[in-house]
């Protein structure tokens, strides 16, 4: 892991993931950036957690000028406190739409793994808009760690990883093997069974079996977890051993494609109360 990218937006959800950051890359000694984009106004804008705010054509103008001189400030004093914290920090400030700044600076970075704060969005909201969050996992070539609420590093002693396991990308593994042993926590692998997509258990525990020995896996637990849906699953399993953090792969589905199926992991990343750490599936 070399480039960490902590979007930031100056909400609590943002504070949070930028003191994740800040320890992991205190553990690693790597690079960290944080990236703040100004919306410029529109009748009607979202932030980077997917709330609106309205401007006024008078006084949108002034309102940006002085946002603009006061992220200035509040990024200059970002650079001052953390010049010589043990790990390489700069500071970036763009202009634009939140996902299209987020999804470019990922590239531009070539960030390693991105860590931002969610709300999570639901219902009418989610279905219309989304979360910049949300499209960021959709969509990023890089793992995404989302965080709602305070929590070190040290404190993510339980991982569950949940899949089908049925041809897991290589990459996905790999990526999430190296967040694993910087974490240093022990994993637990779950596949859900629903009434829709069922499987007996002597089939999914053998998939499960040959993941961990294809992938050389030190698991703490190989599980089936029936539920209603894999969702609802993933997020009582999580519950039920006391989990610290969830991991899955996304297929990173856009368009009609997406609303007709849905995402399992932004659907979890929604939901969770807990970390989700996830990575778009090439496959």
């Not at 410029?40 to 979202?46: A, D, G, M, R, V």
């Not at 703490?220 to 009582?236: Q, R």
């Not at 979890?268 to 970390?275: G, L």
């Amino acid at each position: 892991m070399k480039t960490i990218l902590v979007p930031y937006d100056f909400s609590q959800e943002a504070e949070y993931a930028f003191e994740f950051a800040c320890e992991m890359a205190k553990r690693t000694k790597n690079h960290l950036k944080l990236f703040h984009v100004i919306e410029l106004p529109t009748p009607q804008s979202f932030n980077s957690m997917g709330e609106a705010g309205t401007f006024s054509n008078e006084s949108s103008q002034i309102f940006m000028i002085e946002l603009v001189e006061k992220r200035k400030k509040q990024m200059a004093e970002f650079e001052a406190k953390f010049a010589d914290k043990g790990f390489s920090f700069e500071t970036k400030m763009v202009f634009g739409n939140p996902f299209a700044g987020i999804s470019k600076e990922i590239v531009d970075a070539k960030a390693d793994i991105v860590i931002m704060g969610s709300k999570g969005s639901s219902g009418l909201e989610e279905v219309l808009i989304g979360s910049n969050t949300e499209k960021v996992v959709r969509n990023a070539s890089c793992p995404v760690l989302t965080i709602k609420s305070k929590i070190s590093p040290k404190d993510i002693r339980k991982v569950v990883f949940a899949s089908d396991f049925n041809e897991v990308p290589t990459d996905v593994i790999n990526r999430l093997k190296t967040s694993m042993t910087i974490i240093n926590a022990e994993l637990h692998l779950v596949k859900i069974n629903t009434p829709s997509i069922f499987e007996n258990t002597r089939t999914s525990i053998q998939k499960i079996k040959s993941f961990a020995e294809d992938f050389e896996l030190d698991a703490a637990s190989m599980e089936v977890y029936n539920s209603s849906s894999e969702e609802d699953g993933i997020l009582e399993y999580a519950d039920d051993i006391n989990a610290d953090m969830i991991a899955m792969a996304t297929h990173g589905r856009t368009g009609f494609l997406h609303l007709l199926s849905g995402s399992i992991a932004e659907d979890v990343v929604n939901a969770a109360k807990r970390p989700v750490w996830t990575m778009k599936s090439k496959k």
